[in-house]
């Protein structure tokens, strides 16, 4: 079976942000397979943040996201979280 998610680059090419990207992975197959619950803060005060999507070939991407991008990113994740969009392996 092909997988619908193909490379990192092609799969997030037409995406402006880490959100987006998260958004688009999973709607191409993608499934969270790493949250961590809370934003961490880099020693020069940076918020950062990242989620892992796993394609259904196995394949893993890691989404990163510093400032306020990271807050997005966070909060997009909890909330397909709490939707129950997070599937577990």
Do not use: W
Request: proline residues 3%; hydrophobic residues 30%.
């Amino acid at each position: 079976m092909q997988s619908s998610l193909t490379t990192y680059e092609e799969t997030t090419s037409d995406s402006s942000d880490s959100s987006s990207q998260l958004r688009l992975l999973r709607s191409r197959g993608g499934r969270i397979s790493k949250i961590p619950s809370g934003l961490c803060v880099l020693s020069n005060g940076l918020p950062y943040y990242y989620v892992e999507v796993t394609g259904d070939n196995g394949s893993q991407f890691g989404i990163p996201a510093y400032g306020d991008e990271a807050i997005r990113l966070h909060n997009e994740a909890i909330l397909m979280e709490e939707l129950g969009v997070m599937i577990n392996a």
